[in-house]
Structure formats: structure tokens, C-alpha cells
């Protein structure tokens, strides 16, 4: 214990030194909340470690906030101890002289964290001898509109930026280029990595494929690509939604899930085999049947909204069930097994609102426990539309109540992430799909005030 408290202290030190010589002087120091939004306080350099370093504190109500800034936990709401991760540090994109650190509770808080949640099962994985790579993928909504005209419409009606888009268009890309462009710029000030950025299907839909890294940095890039991508347009006068349904007429939002394994000494991928006829490793098979598994009991940690469910209903292009297939969009896994070095496996039931933490901790958890368990991969799909629902296949909860309950009852995740962690969880997703359900929609009203 004594040597890991040095060896963080001169972690600290070090940090702090290089922050100091390259002109830092403020830090933006933030938390990651149950939904995936970052809770900050920004302070001069020389005063972080004070706050949050040995012997600061932070009050405990960040995991028991719901998205409405109500609280849902229990109290006593005190300052617990803190801990300050310097691996994380990058530069902030938007004040000059300044830089981003996350930081998290180190006393009982931290068994809610989803933060780190993710790390144990990063840690899992090292003692299983597997390295790990990680990235994600979301889809996004831009609306030319101002936070104040949302809000003065009642969020209804809402004008889309770029609503000539057609999907992949070169002109469209043309059209909005300074918009990417400069979004681009944003996040690779900040050190948020990025493959792919552009137009993706109909009015105002964007899509971002992020790099692969290490599992923590992936939901860290991903996380701050959703914070900054939504900051950077409030900034132009514009809103960005990471919402998974904004309507009826809209396209259903993804945020997909990429992870490959390797061995952790000789640094081989492992979900490649030559000699198998589709190229799959048994590991592979093992994790993907893992992941099949557990998802239709296990869903509300990667689906934590009541209105991710909304996109899970007929015209979407999201799968329906729990499936698999190599290479196949309309699966739940996208299994990749060739080539070797690019192999890998895609959860494709996250939706664009998902907490990357959580949504990560469910994908590397579950194909852990598949590869643990020698999971049996069922058949997999042969052929899949957006609508398809192959005979024979479990289904996923219709919505956020019915995830809340299965999960619940889930005794793999309860192994994998605590008693603690799951009760609580499940406890805010039936806060939240209550404070949902109580409230009518002008649509329902259209729909029941005359006819009922």
C-alpha cells in the first residue's frame, strides 16, 4: 500500500511539473455521473491537488443525480475522498492555458462508479492474460437551433441543421464542411481520437467512428466527444443530440461498441483462426456467445434511457434480438474475424445515449464471462433486415422497466459488478422510467382525448 501511494504521488508530481512547464494554468477537473455527463470544477494548477488530491473530497450526490438534476439516492450527501487520475490529462479545447483531468471518489462511491466499474473489468482481463483494445462509434443529430428556441418550442418542431443530407453524399459533405472540419479541430485539440467524422442518414444525422486504444481511454474519447461535440455547437448557435430516438420521423441513433482481444505477453490477436471456415477463434466464438448470452438480461447497462427502447421498435436499422453473425449489420454482434490484425467483435444494441462506461463494461465483462464459461455460440443469422426476428432467439426488453427487472435478477452481472453497484442502478432506471411514464406526450393526447 505504501508503495502504490509513492508511486501515485510521484505520478502526481510528475504531472503537475510537465502541466506547469507547458504553461497550464487552470484545470478542468471532472467526474463521470450514472448517465454519462461529466461534473466538473475548474481551478488554478496549484490548487487541484488540494481539492482533489490526498485528503480532498467532493460531495457524494454525483452518482444519485438523475438527467432532470433531481437526487435519487439516499442521504447522508457528505464529502468523500477523491483521487485524481494523471493518465487522463489533455488539453481543454476551449480556454487557452488550460487542461482536462478526470478524477473520481476513492471512498464508498466508488463501488458506484461507472468509471470504475470499467476498470475491473479491465483489471479481469489482464488476470486472465488478455489485452484489450476498445472504440466506439455514434451516430448524432445536429438541429439549427438554439438551446433558447428549443426550449420556447417546447422541444417540438424543431428546425434540422443540414436538412438536405442525403446519407454518405459527397455534396453533403461539401455543403457542411466547415462545420466538420472545424469540429474535427476541437476534438483533436482536446485528444480525442478520431477515424472517420461525417454525414451519415437523413436531416441533421452525423456519425463518428472514434480510434481504437486502450479500453478506459476509448470511453474517455468517447465520453469527450459527446460533451465537447454538443458544446462545440451550443458555441455556433446550434444544438447536437446524442438522444437515440428524437421522433417518429427521425432515424434511431446508434453509439456501437468495438473490442478485440490479444495476448497480453506476446501481444497476438485472439480471435483470429486461419483454419476455421469463418475464420473465428474458439475464444471468439466463447466471447460473442458471451455476449449473447447476457444481453437480454443485462441490457439496461448499455440501454439506460427510457428512450433508447424507442429505438428499438420496427424501422430502425437496430437489431430486434440477441443474435450474431460474421459480418452481418443486422446482427446484435458483428463478429470481424479477418484480418488477424483487425479482428474483432461490434455491440450493436448500444444506442447514441449510452453511458460509454457502462456500455463498455457490459461488452468486455460479458465476453469474459463467455470466454470463462465456454459460452455456446447458437447459430448465427443468415439473412436480417432492420425488422427480422429469427425464430428461436431470446428478446430484449421492450422497455427501460422490464431491463431494470431483468437485470435485477441477473446473477452473472451481479457477480461481475457488485451487489451494490447493480441495486443502485437498478434502483435509478426505475426512477427514471417513472418520471418518464407519468408524463403524456401531445401525440398520445391527440391519439386518446377524442376517441377513448
Not at 13 to 31: D, P
Not at 157 to 183: G, K
Not at 192 to 214: H, I, K, M, S, Y
Request: proline letters at 6%; aromatic letters at 8%; charged letters at 25%.
Amino acid at each position: 500500500m505504501a508503495a502504490k501511494k509513492s508511486a501515485r504521488k510521484t505520478a502526481e508530481k510528475g504531472a503537475v511539473a510537465r502541466l506547469r512547464k507547458q504553461g497550464v494554468k487552470t484545470v478542468h477537473v471532472a467526474i463521470p455521473d450514472m448517465d454519462g455527463s461529466l461534473r466538473e470544477r475548474r481551478l488554478a494548477l496549484d490548487d487541484v491537488e488540494t481539492a482533489f488530491g490526498p485528503g480532498g473530497t467532493f460531495v457524494n450526490v454525483i452518482h444519485k443525480w438523475d438527467t432532470g438534476e433531481s437526487v435519487i439516492g439516499e442521504p447522508p450527501f457528505i464529502g468523500e475522498a477523491t483521487s485524481l487520475d494523471w493518465n487522463s490529462v489533455r488539453d481543454y479545447p476551449f480556454e487557452d492555458d488550460s487542461a482536462f483531468v478526470f478524477a473520481d471518489f476513492a471512498g464508498p462511491s466508488a463501488a458506484l462508479s461507472p468509471r470504475e466499474l470499467l476498470k475491473t473489468q479491465i483489471a479481469r482481463a489482464a488476470k486472465m492474460g488478455f489485452a484489450v483494445k476498445a472504440a466506439m462509434e455514434f451516430e448524432f443529430h445536429v438541429l439549427d437551433e438554439t438551446a433558447e428556441a428549443c426550449r420556447a418550442k417546447g422541444f417540438e418542431n424543431v428546425d434540422m441543421f443540414a436538412p438536405d443530407n442525403r446519407c454518405w453524399s459527397t455534396q453533403s459533405a461539401a455543403i457542411y464542411a466547415d462545420y466538420v472540419a472545424d469540429l474535427d479541430a476541437v476534438l483533436k485539440h482536446a485528444g480525442v481520437g478520431l477515424f472517420g467524422l461525417g454525414l451519415e442518414l437523413g436531416p441533421g444525422c452525423f456519425e463518428a467512428t472514434l480510434r481504437a486504444t486502450d479500453p478506459l481511454r476509448a470511453a474517455d474519447d468517447a465520453v469527450l466527444f459527446k460533451t465537447f461535440t454538443k458544446a462545440f455547437s451550443r458555441r455556433l448557435g446550434l444544438t447536437a443530440t446524442f438522444m437515440a430516438q428524437l421522433s417518429a420521423n427521425h432515424a434511431g441513433l446508434s453509439g456501437h461498441v468495438h473490442l478485440s482481444l490479444a495476448d497480453a505477453r506476446s501481444g497476438k490477436p485472439v480471435f483470429h483462426d486461419a483454419k476455421d471456415a469463418d475464420g473465428m477463434s474458439a475464444t471468439m466464438r466463447h466471447a460473442v456467445g458471451g455476449i449473447v448470452e447476457l444481453a437480454p438480461e443485462a441490457l439496461a447497462m448499455a440501454a439506460h434511457t427510457a428512450n433508447a427502447y424507442r429505438r428499438l421498435t420496427p424501422g430502425n436499422w437496430a437489431p430486434k434480438t440477441a443474435t450474431w453473425a460474421v459480418q452481418n449489420y443486422a446482427a446484435a454482434v458483428r463478429a470481424v474475424p479477418a484480418p488477424a490484425k483487425l479482428a474483432r467483435l461490434e455491440f450493436r444494441l448500444p444506442a447514441s445515449d449510452t453511458n460509454p462506461y457502462l456500455a463498455l463494461a457490459l461488452t468486455l465483462g460479458s465476453a469474459l464471462h463467455g470466454i470463462e464459461t465456454k459460452a455456446k455460440l447458437p447459430a448465427p443469422i443468415t439473412r436480417g433486415g432492420p425488422d427480422e426476428t429469427p425464430e428461436g432467439v431470446p428478446g430484449l426488453p421492450h422497455d427501460l422497466l422490464e431491463a431494470a427487472d431483468r437485470l435485477e435478477a441477473c446473477k452473472p452481472a451481479r457477480a461481475m459488478f457488485g451487489d451494490v453497484f447493480i441495486d443502485h442502478f437498478v434502483a435509478t432506471r426505475r426512477h427514471e422510467e417513472a418520471v418518464i411514464r407519468k408524463h403524456v406526450s401531445a401525440f398520445e393526447r391527440a391519439r386518446y382525448i377524442e376517441a377513448v
